[in-house]
């Protein structure tokens, strides 16, 4: 195969819904989802032999062996295609792990994506995790189920965001745990064209469990409010939260103010991909 560049944005809950729990013990889901123009990249490359390197911002902890998503990613396709050419892979980690913005799902969908065409991968990722068949489709949608019924939203607009995370670990399993009722009522229809009037009528269940285990996601939200958000929320599980915005300009300007004031946390001013827009290549 050729050398090829691959983009693995960012997955941003921006409504999340906890509607039930299956007798497996996976919770039940109704979310919207976006996904970013910031974002890790997945380099695929013929090789002599196997390898696999992360480097960038992020690259320190996250494990090369075959704990990683990616290299599932790779082995998955490689047992459903029955494929074996050697491969050098690498990662520019941007995204802080494990912070409830799907970077580990979205770098093995794109390994999925760079090396097969498959109209099975929504079904070979969806045995890696949950979130392979959003970050797979990379376009706003609303997921339902425990990730895989997927209604990709149409002319759903790029939105402003400032992307912002305490630095603080937050367990997934944890914060479900904590969660007062898995019962709850599903999003209501939209979101139309007011997308932040329809996210004030929505929640993410899972917000108030997280800031009660790390109380600097409610620090978070509330300089983002401050920096002029129309809307903040937590993503995920956890710990990124998420700003949106009037422009790019009023964005860029709030992630400088918060940049300032805590040098070190992450955040960055990026635009979500209107529904049609992603690109998962990076031409050279």
């Given at each position: 195969m050729?050398?090829?560049?691959?983009?693995?944005?960012?997955?941003?809950?921006?409504?999340?819904?906890?509607?039930g729990r299956r007798?497996?013990?996976?919770?039940l889901l109704d979310s919207v989802v976006v996904f970013t123009r910031f974002g890790d990249e997945l380099e695929i490359a013929p090789a002599a032999a196997d390898s696999f390197e992360v480097e960038g911002p992020f690259a320190r902890g996250v494990p090369t062996d075959a704990g990683n998503l990616v290299i599932k990613a790779r082995n998955a396709v490689r047992e459903a295609h029955g494929a074996s050419e050697p491969l050098a892979l690498r990662l520019t980690k941007n995204l802080p792990p494990a912070s409830g913005i799907g970077g580990g799902s979205s770098d093995a969908a794109a390994c999925l994506a760079g090396m097969s065409g498959d109209d099975r991968l929504a079904e070979i990722g969806l045995k890696l995790g949950a979130d392979l068949p959003m970050c797979l489709a990379a376009e706003p949608l609303r997921a339902r189920g425990i990730g895989e019924r997927i209604e990709i939203l149409p002319e759903f607009p790029a939105l402003s965001l400032v992307l912002a995370n305490p630095g603080v670990e937050v367990p997934t399993s944890e914060i479900f745990r904590r969660l007062p009722s898995p019962d709850n009522a599903p999003l209501p229809d939209g979101p139309g064209s007011d997308v932040v009037g329809w996210l004030r009528a929505t929640r993410n269940d899972l917000q108030a469990p997280a800031i009660a285990y790390a109380p600097e996601i409610g620090e978070c939200l509330a300089m983002l409010e401050r920096s002029g958000a129309a809307f903040a929320r937590m993503s995920g599980s956890g710990a990124t939260?998420?700003?949106v915005f009037s422009d790019d300009d009023a964005a860029e300007r709030a992630a400088e103010r918060m940049r300032a004031e805590k040098g070190s946390w992450f955040v960055v001013a990026t635009q979500s991909h209107a529904s049609g827009s992603f690109r998962r290549r990076i031409e050279p």
């Open positions: 050729e050398r090829l560049r691959l983009r693995a944005p960012a997955k941003i809950n921006l409504a999340l819904h906890v509607t007798a497996d013990g996976n919770h939260c998420f700003g």
